[in-house]
């Protein structure tokens, strides 16, 4: 657990490096029709290490869970929005970003709700 939360400090620091040194290729990449939504892999990323910290830390959990859980969605209607308004050139691009967005979106939002899961997200906010 300890290294798996490790890797995902590791990989978050050096992407956010990528904005600070490299801020063309990042704002590149958020551009990019296809590759700008693999970005909202961070976001989700950062609710399922809350759910590794939970156990060891809840306030810690709950910031990186509340931080990933506005982030996802922040993204997912930026994104959205882009699709809805036309901001898509061709209809592959935009059915290859809509099912990243929304898969990942739809995905860490119904984690929680569902009733399997219950435990793992809203445990985390308050017991079952």
């Known amino acids: 657990m300890l290294l798996t939360i490790a890797i995902w ?3 978050l620091l050096l992407y956010v490096g990528k904005w600070l040194w490299a801020r063309a290729d990042a704002l590149a990449e958020f551009e990019h029709p296809v590759l700008c939504c693999f970005i909202s892999l961070v976001p989700v990323s950062t609710m399922f290490v809350a759910l590794a910290i939970a156990p060891y830390s809840r306030a810690i959990a709950i910031t990186l869970f509340v931080v990933g859980t506005i982030g996802q969605l922040s993204f997912g209607v ?23 967005v929304v898969s990942t979106t739809l995905y ?6 569902h009733p399997r899961h219950c435990r793992l997200v809203a445990g985390i906010l308050a017991p079952c």
């Open 9 to 11: 400090l590791v990989l």
């Open 108 to 113: 860490s939002y119904l984690l929680g709700i």
């Open 78 to 100: 930026y994104r959205s929005g882009q699709l809805w308004m036309g901001g898509r050139v061709t209809r592959a691009d935009s059915t290859a970003a809509a099912t990243v």
